[in-house]
């Protein structure tokens, strides 16, 4: 399924007031639902929730439980209103890694046709998944 024109709708509810760097993201489960996010910026920067844990805690909310995660597809657009490829920041790519139990396809769209495809654990090699703990 071609996720582009549902991401590109999503952008323009992101909420990025001081940086105007909109993310758009859905995560797809095994089970075929998905998930919509998108970035909430606050003026406390640590307190911003990126859009694709936005989907993926939405996801888990209604459900979802580690191992579900099939796909994440992530559209962003920065400042000057054009689209970037998105790849997730390091906060993200632990969550889609232990979320998915390191197995699952991001997606990074820069427009229709032009999708950069990644294993999260090549994102993220020798991710710490917690079973050490």
């Known amino acids: 399924m071609n996720y582009f024109n549902q991401l590109q709708t999503l952008l323009d509810a992101s909420c990025a007031p001081y940086s105007g760097f909109n993310v758009a993201s859905i ?3 095994k089970d075929g639902r998905h998930f ?3 970035n909430v910026e606050s003026a406390a920067y640590p307190t ?6 936005n989907a993926i805690q939405t996801a888990v909310t209604e459900g979802a439980k580690i191992g579900d995660l099939k796909e994440v597809h992530i ?3 920065n400042a000057a209103k054009e689209l970037v490829k998105p790849y997730p920041c390091g906060s993200c790519r632990q969550v889609i890694a232990e979320q998915s ?3 699952t396809t991001v997606y990074c ?5 032009d999708i950069a495809t990644h294993s999260i654990a090549s994102l993220l090699p020798f991710a710490f998944l917690g079973a050490d703990l």
Do not use: F
């Not at 911003?48 to 844990?53: D, F, M, P, S, Y």
């Open 48 to 53: 911003t929730n990126c859009a694709e844990r």
């Open 36 to 38: 919509k996010g998108v």
């Open 109 to 113: 769209y820069s427009s229709e046709d």
């Open 27 to 29: 995560v797809v489960l």
């Open 75 to 77: 559209l962003a657009r």
């Open 101 to 103: 139990l390191n197995d």
